[in-house]
């Protein structure tokens, strides 16, 4: 099936930066997938539970079941998987994840799903014309350190900005928190956003924002925000 509302776009300066990271991305992930093959460690997490754990922090925001939902960086498309196992599959599943392994592996899983599109997509090369999806989810995007925290809120804001405007009704993302508990050592590799700077920024995009700074470390503490759309 054919996305309407989306092209390719020309490329500034600013996209080339960010094209750098994507590769860099890409990269990573591959290096994981030889060693890890089809398995949550190749995703950067430690464990399913964990996860899911995650994945369920989700479901207190709104009700997949009714809903077309995009998944950015959807990495195996597990996302679908557990809600399908929670009686909540959404309307439609769009998965788009930039590294071609993570697709086609998705693609396997779900070869006979007529609910399910997943497509190869860097979301820095996308700009949006028209929603493609009610929902949008964006879990782990976000994490990789670019030892210069301007570049990382510069970055995770585009990202969110592009993101919110894919979707119709609210985008729920997710980040490692400056409020770091005390028995997990602080990772070089991962970058720790500070919710009060990540919420006012994303006040600029609409009023309506909830922050969800109360769910368990899995190991580390991590926090969600849901941007929603004015109606
Ligand atoms: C930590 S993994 C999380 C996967 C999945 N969301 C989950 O929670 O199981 C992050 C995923 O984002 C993907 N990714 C990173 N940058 C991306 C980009 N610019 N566009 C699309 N996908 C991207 C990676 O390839 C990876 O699969």
């Given at each position: 099936?054919?996305l309407?509302?989306?092209?390719?776009?020309?490329?500034?300066?600013?996209?080339?930066?960010?094209?750098?990271?994507?590769?860099?991305?890409?990269?990573?992930?591959?290096?994981?997938?030889?060693?890890?093959?089809?398995?949550?460690?190749?995703?950067?997490?430690?464990?399913?539970?964990q996860?899911?754990?995650?994945?369920?922090?989700?479901?207190?925001?709104?009700?997949?079941?009714?809903?077309?939902?995009?998944?950015?960086?959807?990495?195996?498309?597990?996302?679908?998987?557990?809600?399908?196992?929670?009686?909540?599959?959404?309307?439609?599943?769009?998965?788009?994840?930039?590294?071609?392994?993570?697709?086609?592996?998705?693609?396997?899983?779900?070869?006979?799903?007529?609910?399910?599109?997943?497509?190869?997509?860097?979301?820095?090369?996308?700009?949006?014309?028209?929603?493609?999806?009610?929902?949008?989810?964006?879990?782990?995007?976000?994490?990789?350190?670019?030892?210069?925290?301007?570049?990382?809120?510069?970055?995770s804001?585009?990202?969110?900005?592009?993101?919110?405007?894919?979707?119709?009704?609210?985008?729920?993302?997710?980040?490692?928190?400056?409020h770091?508990?005390?028995?997990?050592?602080?990772?070089?590799?991962?970058?720790?956003?500070?919710?009060?700077?990540?919420?006012?920024?994303?006040?600029?995009?609409t009023?309506?924002?909830?922050?969800?700074?109360?769910?368990?470390?899995?190991?580390?503490?991590?926090?969600m925000?849901?941007?929603?759309?004015?109606?």
């Amino acid at each position: 099936m054919k996305l309407m509302g989306l092209r390719k776009r020309r490329f500034n300066e600013m996209d080339l930066l960010f094209k750098n990271i994507s590769e860099q991305a890409v990269e990573r992930y591959n290096h994981r997938y030889q060693k890890h093959g089809f398995n949550v460690l190749s995703l950067g997490w430690g464990s399913v539970e964990q996860q899911e754990y995650r994945f369920s922090q989700t479901l207190s925001q709104y009700d997949p079941s009714t809903k077309a939902l995009l998944d950015i960086g959807c990495g195996f498309a597990d996302y679908y998987d557990y809600l399908k196992r929670q009686n909540c599959k959404p309307e439609r599943y769009i998965g788009w994840d930039i590294n071609h392994h993570f697709i086609a592996k998705a693609q396997e899983r779900y070869i006979e799903d007529s609910r399910v599109i997943l497509q190869e997509n860097d979301l820095v090369d996308l700009e949006c014309q028209a929603p493609l999806a009610d929902v949008g989810i964006m879990l782990g995007l976000l994490n990789y350190n670019l030892k210069d925290p301007i570049k990382n809120y510069n970055y995770s804001m585009q990202m969110i900005a592009k993101a919110f405007g894919l979707v119709k009704e609210m985008l729920i993302v997710d980040f490692l928190s400056v409020h770091k508990i005390q028995e997990y050592p602080e990772e070089d590799f991962v970058f720790y956003h500070d919710p009060a700077l990540i919420l006012e920024e994303a006040l600029k995009l609409t009023p309506l924002v909830q922050l969800k700074h109360d769910y368990l470390p899995i190991p580390q503490r991590e926090f969600m925000l849901v941007l929603k759309k004015c109606l």
